[in-house]
């Protein structure tokens, strides 16, 4: 008999991707895409457990843990070369609670200074994304996590990351 592959079908409560729960309710590192109808690209979302509290559309990072129900945590980001994976909290979460975050799509992302059209990255020290490089930045680079959509000076962007990106995270200091 030839081997078979299984796909499994994730369904979940989309109240549920911007709440948070002291026990688990879906399983660790699960993954779903979810399509919305205002936005051309869908979003993918992976459930997580916090690290520490985490702050509405924050970027963190997405780390394999050693816990108990917790084999993948959340993390602030550290500098590393490349393979970072970069998630954003929905909303303010507790700490040491399960979540979704979002890893791509069209986000709504803590940004710094921002124009439309930079491509933005997140630094070690950051709680926000930034532009990568300067601003009127239109080239991708290996830092970069998305592009912005949207501008602003210090409040939130839209954002729009591609599925599956790792980039590199570089010193803010």
Not at 36 to 48: L, R
Not at 63 to 89: H, L, Q
Request: aromatic letters at 6%; charged letters at 10%; hydrophobic letters at 40%.
């Amino acid at each position: 008999m030839a081997n078979k592959a299984i796909y499994n079908i994730n369904a979940i409560d989309i109240d549920d991707l911007t709440k948070s729960s002291a026990t688990m309710e879906y399983p660790v590192g699960a993954k779903i895409t979810i399509k919305d109808s205002s936005a051309a690209q869908p979003g993918e979302y992976i459930y997580v457990k916090s690290h520490s509290t985490l702050t509405q559309y924050a970027p963190y990072g997405i780390e394999p843990g050693s816990g108990g129900n917790a084999e993948v945590v959340t993390a602030a980001p550290a500098t590393i070369a490349s393979g970072a994976i970069i998630g954003f909290a929905l909303a303010a979460i507790t700490s040491g609670h399960y979540c979704w975050l979002q890893l791509s799509g069209v986000i709504t992302a803590a940004a710094g200074t921002v124009a439309a059209g930079d491509h933005v990255e997140v630094l070690n020290t950051g709680t926000t994304v930034t532009v990568d490089g300067s601003t009127g930045s239109t080239v991708n680079s290996i830092y970069s996590i998305g592009i912005a959509k949207t501008a602003t000076s210090g409040g939130t962007i839209t954002l729009a990351a591609l599925p599956s990106r790792t980039v590199a995270i570089q010193s803010g200091a």
